[in-house]
Each structure stands twice: as structure tokens, then as C-alpha cells.
Nanobody
Framework: QVQLVESGGGLVQPGGSLRLSCAVSGSFFSIEDMGWYRQAPGKQRELVAAITSGGSTNYADSVKGRFTISRDNAKNTVYLQMNSLKPEDTAVYYC?????????????????WGQGTQVTVSS
């Protein structure tokens, strides 16, 4: 079983900053891609930022230049530094990963989600 635990969400004023963390625990062989998604009320979940095991990153156009994704492979943790926050960044933010794990003697791909953390940007 793989668990993802997010932290760092909260209420912040427009222009402020937050840093989200997602710690991965459990049994797995490797973690490949990790990412942050968000879902605002009445909207579909969307990709915010992603990072590969090699450190390559990609961002949604709406957050480029404001958000930075990073990971600490030794700690199995991914971060999302969010600066210059806007009210439209308000959403539940979810951590996601793709990796591989052993199951019944076979190495299988898997994907897991965190429980989500609320980010509210409001004055």
C-alpha cells in the first residue's frame, strides 16, 4: 500500500505564498513522475505541475513563472512552491505519482493520489 500525505495548504491573501508538501510512504519499487493537480468547485481536476524522476518539469500556463515544483528523492517528497497567488488559484490541491511496485512476483505500474489540501486565496 502506498500513501501520499499532503500538507501546507491554508488561507492566504492575494499576492502571498504557500508551499505544499507531499510525502510518500509505503511499499514500492520506484517513483517515476510526480505531480500536483487542483480542482476548484464546479470545475474539472487539472494538472498544475509535474516533475519526472530526472527532474524535468512542466507547468500549466496559468501558473508558469509563479509556481515551482521540486522533489527530494531521498525523502520521497514532492513540493509545490506557490508565489504571487491569485484568487483563481483557490482549489483543492492533490498530489499524484506514477511508479512501479512488486506484486505477486511481477513488477507493475501504479498510480496513487493524496487526499487533497485546500488552498484559499482571498482578502
Amino acid at each position: 500500500q502506498v500513501q501520499l500525505v499532503e500538507s501546507g495548504g491554508g488561507l492566504v491573501q492575494p499576492g502571498g505564498s504557500l508551499r505544499l508538501s507531499c510525502a510518500v510512504s509505503g511499499s514500492f519499487f520506484s517513483i517515476e513522475d510526480m505531480g500536483w493537480y487542483r480542482q476548484a468547485p464546479g470545475k474539472q481536476r487539472e494538472l498544475v505541475a509535474a516533475i519526472t524522476s530526472g527532474g524535468s518539469t512542466n507547468y500549466a500556463d496559468s501558473v508558469k513563472g509563479r509556481f515551482t515544483i521540486s522533489r527530494d528523492n531521498a525523502k520521497n517528497t514532492v513540493y509545490l512552491q506557490m508565489n504571487s497567488l491569485k484568487p483563481e488559484d483557490t482549489a483543492v490541491y492533490y498530489c499524484n505519482l506514477h511508479g512501479s511496485r512488486w506484486y505477486l512476483g511481477n513488477l507493475n505500474d501504479f498510480s496513487s493520489w493524496g487526499q487533497g489540501t485546500q488552498v484559499t486565496v482571498s482578502s
